[in-house]
DNA sequence: ACATTTATGTCAACGGGTTGACATATGAAA
DNA sequence: TTTCATATGTCAACCCGTTGACATAAATGT
């Protein structure tokens, strides 16, 4: 049977209430004493229990992380990035992929609300508004929009769009295509969309959108990509709000005899180390990821411990542009 | 506050046995106050406190997930599947990325007892073999060797290897170099190396091994990588035992001027979705992540419902050969 | 010599849910 | 009528660590 701390205070010679005390750096202690107790827990492997620690000071130092999955670089980078300033602080972290299945999503939202978690990242779909604020929990959202109370922090959607929409123009581009995912609801990423479609309004073209409904079947994927030669064959530019659409569709302009960027120049987003790794000459919008997952944490641990002060609605962070050959 | 069972058992009109009667199913219930507890415990918003429940029944099924980065393609894929297949299964998942740090790796070792997690699934270093096994933990490790009586799932690390090299050899190729990640222990995935030096020697070669420090610093990766060039400059196969290093090697050749794969043929190995598609091109070796995932899943669940009956030690998953054009 | 500070012990309540023991009461089957 | 399965309640102990109240005693300070 594991220790506990009657078990510690025994061996040592002195009561759980001093084991206690040890621990919890409370009243006095001489150094002898303390000296033994460590001896004892050492000696017996002792470990403190942290579930009957959490249930007393009703304090879990868990939050827990809801998105669609670590498959994608840019939420496994995102991932690392949150669990090790978590780590830092004190906090561990509970893992969700919803792979954005509202269902999924809420059945893990009851999971961390049962396990008490103090506080949850959500990256993922954003239907619930309901649910989540409900609960008064902690609650930081990532390029989401889940309800008026709940912050958001994400990278400047908007100028990466229009840096990206941009770019393809000042290129020469005339048919410019954008490759999103399903367009739902009003996320921020969605204004990377928007920004697009500004940019073409205000040059005088139409904008052509292509959606793909799944981020995890690469078949389909391709599918949907492919009726953009067919339906668009004059396509010379294209913007893929994530790097994966944009990999798949330089892959399928191969497949179709298309030169990139002779013939068509292509412009992703998110700039993933892995993406930088396997396609270095992918010219890209770069998320950075690392302050994103800062700034979520902060602000979150604000919250969970109590700082009410108003924090921030909106958080974008700057992007870049990384010019690889692609456009 | 949050509800607690006493408060739904006053509104519903009942006991707080009742209401966990209700909750656990057992005992004689009426469908009608069934009914009544679910209504009052909607009403409420009420959810089970699961640190409660995990302090009684000394099981918290939580699972720990100790590997070196999410960011890696390879984990961050492993991860989903752990994940998702933990869920499924009632397990949720504690995430801790070591980065193959020894000290992270023990910290978050001990994090994972204190929190009671019922078992350990462990892809990283490998030195801590004392203190995986003094506790007695259901402990399954992905690809590394902790202690003879820790189950250890992997891909047919050797098999992999060989296919690579061979393919390597009947393409001709005259200087063939291995690049790999540091070699402190003995790893099954060392087991690639071995087996690419084995198939060298039978061939009356000299094995060329370069090793990669930080899998998480392209810069450093680029200087090893360029070493090759001036140190081996009649290299025409490279083997490199992740797709990361053979991307950063495919790039290193590009700025040598070298083309792949007509002066230079590479082979990866992993074989991650996302490196299909950012650089389906590479021939790589795919490993079965899922499989991976499940199997070792399914060992660590065993163990932990205490099905003692022993556990395979070494589970070797098939791989395959994926044909790009790189070699 | 007396007041404080330091050091430790005992004890009980608490956090929230679970469970076994036992009591009671209804309705149905024998 | 008796028995039994069904249905619910009360109560207390338990899981493990924390904490406040209170007691005791030695060491230190004045």
Do not use: W
Not at 9 to 32: C, F, H, Q
Not at 203 to 218: C, H, L, M, Q, S
């Amino acid at each position: 049977m594991k220790p506990k701390i009657e078990d510690v205070a025994k061996l040592a010679g002195v009561s759980p209430t001093t084991v206690s005390r040890v621990m919890n750096n409370r009243g006095y202690i001489s150094d002898e004493t303390r000296e033994k107790v460590q001896n004892a827990m050492n000696e017996l492997n002792y470990f403190p229990n942290d579930v009957a620690r959490s249930l007393f000071n009703k304090r879990s130092n868990i939050i827990g992380l809801i998105l669609p999955t670590t498959s994608n670089p840019f939420f496994g980078e995102l991932t690392f990035h949150l669990e090790n300033i978590c780590a830092e602080m004190g906090y561990k972290v509970l893992l969700c992929n919803s792979l954005n299945a509202i269902d999924k999503e809420e059945k893990y939202l009851e999971m961390l609300l049962r396990n008490q978690v103090d506080g949850i990242i959500v990256g993922t779909h954003n239907r619930g508004i309901l649910d989540y604020h409900k609960q008064n929990l902690a609650v930081v959202a990532i390029d989401r929009y889940l309800s008026e109370t709940i912050p958001v922090v994400g990278s400047d959607n908007y100028e990466g769009g229009t840096m990206a929409a941009e770019l393809l123009m000042s290129g020469g581009c005339q048919c410019i295509v954008l490759i999103d995912g399903i367009g739902e609801l009003e996320t921020p990423a969605r204004l990377r969309r928007k920004a697009y479609s500004d940019v073409m309004k205000r040059n005088g073209r139409a904008p052509i959108i292509y959606e793909i409904p799944e981020v995890f079947d690469r078949q389909s994927q391709q599918e949907v990509i492919s009726r953009i030669f067919s339906e668009h064959p004059d396509v010379d530019g294209v913007f893929a709000t994530n790097d994966l659409f944009a990999a798949s569709f330089i892959n399928e302009a191969k497949r179709h005899g298309k030169e990139v960027p002779g013939e068509i120049k292509v412009i992703g987003y998110d700039g993933t180390e892995t993406a930088q790794t396997l396609m270095p000459e992918l010219t890209t919008i770069k998320q950075p990821i690392a302050r994103i997952a800062r700034t979520a944490i902060d602000i979150l641990v604000k919250k969970i411990e109590g700082d009410m002060k108003e924090s921030p609605q909106e958080t974008r962070l700057p992007v870049k542009i990384v010019k690889g050959t692609t456009a």
